[in-house]
């Protein structure tokens, strides 16, 4: 029990630093951007490390944003994220 409630309050912590950023940076080359938030979905271009991100949300390990100078509500696996 005690270790699940860590595990809520980590996602908790994790969610809240991403909306307080802001602001999230690409962090490698070549990462694609999608329609959605899953491998599943359309890959609609790549980013290259340095490309920022206006935050706009999370759905699990994915987040949507608004890509600066280019597409908008797209989504980026957060591994390639620095927010």
Same mark, same amino acid.
């Given at each position: 029990?005690?270790?699940?409630?860590?595990?809520?309050?980590?996602?908790?912590?994790?969610?809240?630093?991403?909306?307080?950023? $802001?602001?999230?940076?690409?962090?490698?080359? #070549?990462?694609?951007?999608? !329609?959605?938030? @899953?491998?599943?979905?359309? *890959?609609?271009?790549?980013?290259?490390?340095?490309?920022?991100?206006?935050?706009? $949300?999370?759905?699990?390990?994915?987040?949507? #944003?608004?890509?600066?100078? !280019?597409?908008? @509500?797209?989504?980026?696996? *957060?591994?390639?994220?620095?927010?």
């Amino acid at each position: 029990m005690l270790t699940r409630i860590i595990a809520v309050f980590s996602m908790i912590v994790a969610a809240a630093s991403v909306a307080a950023a $802001g602001v999230c940076t690409v962090n490698d080359n #070549g990462v694609n951007y999608r !329609g959605g938030p @899953g491998p599943e979905y359309p *890959v609609l271009g790549t980013v290259n490390r340095g490309q920022n991100l206006n935050y706009g $949300g999370r759905a699990g390990d994915w987040i949507k #944003g608004d890509l600066w100078g !280019g597409s908008t @509500g797209v989504w980026i696996y *957060v591994a390639y994220l620095d927010c």
